[in-house]
């Protein structure tokens, strides 16, 4: 009995124990799922790292870790927990951690790996943009390394052990964005979940170009908020820039616990900014950030992921009316953006759009890219390459047009503090200029043989000429188009032959090979009862007086029709020969069939066939003058009279 009391004692004891350490368990989860949620990564990771080492380990662990790490910018542990994720059998996670898992993997070097991860990604994903992207683009570190080794890079001085960023041009002052003056390291200032714990500085350059005594800017810009990322006016009248939601100088948290980024705009008055307003289009359920202006000051530039975005943020552009109102916000497009982050834009004077992004192929992180945007529909877009990106995240580019100078961020080993701020020289310009190679070849109808010496012209679909060249010996032709999407022609044109085309559609800027044109020979033979010589243009065939002969100075006319019988090899003819009015009737008629078949035999001599030529004499019957029996007349009007013609019958 006793026995049995203390056996059912213990297998209570064993539950009570085993039930409060599930309690136990699912609390700690709960307070690790709860700190990820609410954007607090470093705690998250904390708890979440204490359960794996307590032996804990779910799905959720592993993704809520990975992403943690991948959101504090720290992507070889991000990486570590994917894979650790991936691991775990009889799951399905969501095609997005196949993309993560892929671009943290380039942060340790291992592009084979990222490669084959993008793959699969691409194999469930194939009409996300970077799926896309990476098809297309299956060599881009060939690119990149092509782009590579086009700016000398250094630290600048006035760096701090946290986090520096966002520079930008005021003058001959740079103004940058820093979390020193709070003690905080922050690795994630570039994201939407931004702690409110940066501020505005401004920094001197001195002779050397060493930037110096950074100091704080205006309270009237730095609140207890988030500040960075401005845009100043090229008179400095005028600033736009990115803060918290706030309210009285104090962020605010929407419901989801996020402090939303918005732009402001503030004026010079006096030397001081006064006048800070948020500008229309912010919202307390998205973010706008990162602000820059066109050359012209016409149109604002920023990031977002309002409504409308294809990712996480993208790239947008507004008109400033000229009363300083603004028009309707407009997405750059799926060109530009992709699923992912597209951030930090920085427009130049030349259109120059620079931006980063891990939506499109890089080295890893965010990664800088740069293209045109005075055509969106002719959209190429190149990554700036080694030393600017890195495996780590790089962002927040500008540049000096005209002294090639410029800086931009970056959180890569090495630096200061968690992102740090680097000046550059642009040594070699970047070819924005987007070429699509078209190549093929052109095609004799009837004999299949190649066409040389063919002109060819590229037309767009609004029939505007793109590019022109021409066919070699073998009929090949290379001609360059441009990246704009659309229909394109290509009109094959040669002499005496028919105008041929191939119409295409050029994709993102993709070559075109194998375009095969095929030309009609044209029938521009002579109509029936011609005669050659007057179509010709040539002088007559002449004779001496009583002769027969060729004379040296008719060759040459007889052959141009020889040509001109080899050039249209159907084309069958009967020589007429006449005499003047000298001599009488039967003399004239035989000396006239004499001269006739001298005429035909020459020809066949050369190469006619004997069944394409007919011959006739005509004697004195059909004189081209009043030159009869019963007329006198000159040796030169006789002369005229004695002659050949070469008369076309089929």
Not at 9 to 31: E, N, V, Y
Not at 296 to 301: A, H, I, T
Request: glycine share 6%; aromatic share 12%; proline share 2%.
């Amino acid at each position: 009995m006793n026995y049995r009391i203390n056996n059912m004692k213990c297998l209570l004891f064993i539950a009570f124990s085993f039930g409060f350490m599930l309690h136990a368990q699912d609390k700690k989860t709960q307070r690790a799922k709860q700190d990820f949620n609410s954007y607090a990564y470093a705690e998250a990771i904390e708890s979440y790292e204490k359960l794996v080492k307590d032996g804990y380990t779910s799905e959720e662990i592993y993704k809520n870790l990975g992403d943690a790490y991948y959101q504090k910018g720290d992507y070889n542990a991000s990486a570590y927990w994917y894979e650790q994720l991936f691991n775990l059998s009889d799951i399905t996670v969501d095609a997005e951690y196949l993309y993560k898992y892929a671009q943290t993997l380039k942060s340790s070097g291992d592009y084979t790996g990222s490669d084959t991860w993008m793959q699969k990604f691409t194999e469930q994903k194939k009409a996300d943009i970077r799926a896309l992207k990476f098809k297309q683009n299956k060599d881009y570190l060939q690119s990149i390394k092509k782009n590579s080794g086009r700016y000398d890079l250094k630290n600048i001085a006035i760096n701090s052990t946290s986090a520096d960023f966002a520079p930008s041009f005021f003058g001959e002052q740079l103004i940058f964005s820093t979390a020193r003056d709070t003690g905080r390291i922050l690795k994630s200032v570039h994201k939407w979940n931004n702690k409110p714990f940066t501020n505005l500085y401004t920094a001197k350059v001195s002779e050397n170009g060493e930037y110096m005594a950074a100091e704080r800017l205006s309270k009237k810009l730095n609140k207890k908020t988030h500040e960075s990322s401005t845009a100043f006016t090229k008179d400095g009248s005028t600033v736009y820039f990115t803060r918290n939601n706030s309210k009285n100088g104090n962020f605010l948290r929407d419901k989801e616990g996020l402090s939303r980024l918005k732009i402001y705009r503030a004026t010079l008055v006096d030397g001081l900014w006064e006048d800070v307003m948020e500008l229309p289009f912010n919202s307390e359920n998205y973010s706008v950030a990162h602000p820059t202006l066109s050359k012209d000051e016409k149109k604002l530039y920023f990031a977002s992921d309002m409504p409308g975005t294809y990712g996480q943020s993208d790239i947008f552009e507004v008109d400033i009316n000229e009363d300083g109102t603004f028009g309707v916000p407009k997405n750059l497009g799926n060109e530009i953006n992709t699923e992912s982050r597209e951030t930090f834009p920085f427009v130049t004077g030349d259109d120059v759009l620079y931006f980063a992004s891990d939506g499109h192929p890089g080295l890893g992180g965010l990664d800088i890219f740069a293209t045109k945007i005075d055509d969106l529909n002719a959209i190429y877009i190149l990554n700036l390459g080694e030393p600017v990106n890195s495996v780590q995240d790089d962002f927040s580019f500008i540049i000096d047009e005209e002294t090639k100078k410029g800086l931009f961020a970056s959180s890569r080993e090495g630096g200061v503090g968690s992102d740090d701020i680097y000046s550059f020289t642009e040594t070699k310009p970047l070819d924005l200029i987007c070429k699509t190679i078209i190549t093929g070849v052109v095609k004799d109808k009837e004999t299949g043989g190649a066409l040389g010496n063919t002109e060819i012209k590229l037309f767009n679909s609004e029939n505007g000429l793109v590019s022109s060249s021409s066919t070699n010996e073998m009929g090949v032709f290379t001609t360059e188009g441009n990246c704009a999407k659309g229909s394109y022609k290509i009109v094959a044109s040669k002499n005496d032959y028919e105008e041929g085309d191939s119409t295409f559609v050029i994709e993102r800027g993709e070559d075109v090979s194998d375009v095969e044109i095929i030309l009609t020979q044209v029938d521009k033979s002579a109509p029936l009862g011609t005669d050659l010589a007057k179509y010709l243009n040539i002088e007559p065939i002449y004779f001496d007086f009583d002769k027969y002969s060729i004379r040296d100075d008719a060759r040459a006319s007889i052959d141009r029709v020889l040509a001109y019988l080899n050039e249209y090899p159907k084309v069958n003819i009967q020589v007429r020969s006449h005499t003047d009015s000298r001599a009488n009737d039967q003399y004239n008629q035989l000396l006239s069939e004499n001269r006739a078949n001298a005429t035909a035999e020459y020809l066949i001599e050369k190469g006619i066939s004997s069944d394409r030529i007919s011959y006739k004499g005509y004697g004195e019957t059909t004189l081209t003058n009043s030159c009869d029996n019963a007329v006198p007349c000159s040796k030169e009007n006789h002369q005229l009279n004695r002659r050949s013609e070469f008369i076309v019958v089929e």
